[in-house]
């Protein structure tokens, strides 16, 4: 397996080192990362959407969390009630546990499941105190004296 770091597309920016991970989690092709098979999508400047193949899956088998800015998708393996003898088995039904570390300001919207793809909707809000501000330069004379 080829790796390589996405530290060069990240030299001008500070602070962005999750995005740098995220990235090279996804691009990580190892056993624990690769099944089920999913896609990160982006829908504009604030949304993003998670899409994890879920296959044979239902709502009450999968289940999601957010904890201390780390999305986990987790899905429990299933339990055929009837006695099958398979010729060939191509559909995996093995338990799976997914983690994608979320930046700043991102939060879930919302989940569904169709046709078994689990699609997670997720949204970066900002909030009014991290928003950047204009600052006015004025002439000198019309600052007030710093008391020292």
């Known amino acids: 397996m080829t790796s390589f770091s996405m530290a060069p597309l990240f030299r001008q920016s500070i602070g962005f080192d999750r995005f740098n991970d995220l990235f090279e989690s996804a691009l990580r092709n190892d056993a624990n990362s690769s099944f089920p098979p999913y896609n990160v999508e982006k829908h504009g400047d604030d949304q ?86 204009r600052i006015p330069i004025g002439a000198a004379a019309e600052r007030p004296a710093l008391e020292g």
């Open 48 to 133: 993003y959407r998670i899409i994890v193949a879920a296959a044979g899956f239902q709502e009450s088998d999968l289940e999601l969390q957010v904890e201390r800015g780390v999305l986990t998708i987790s899905g429990g393996k299933r339990e055929s009630g009837e006695n099958v003898t398979y010729l060939h088995q191509g559909i995996a039904q093995r338990a799976f546990k997914l983690s994608f570390r979320l930046a700043d300001h991102i939060e879930v919207k919302g989940a569904a499941l169709n046709n078994g793809l689990l699609s997670i909707d997720l949204e970066r809000i900002v909030p009014e105190e991290a928003k950047p501000k």
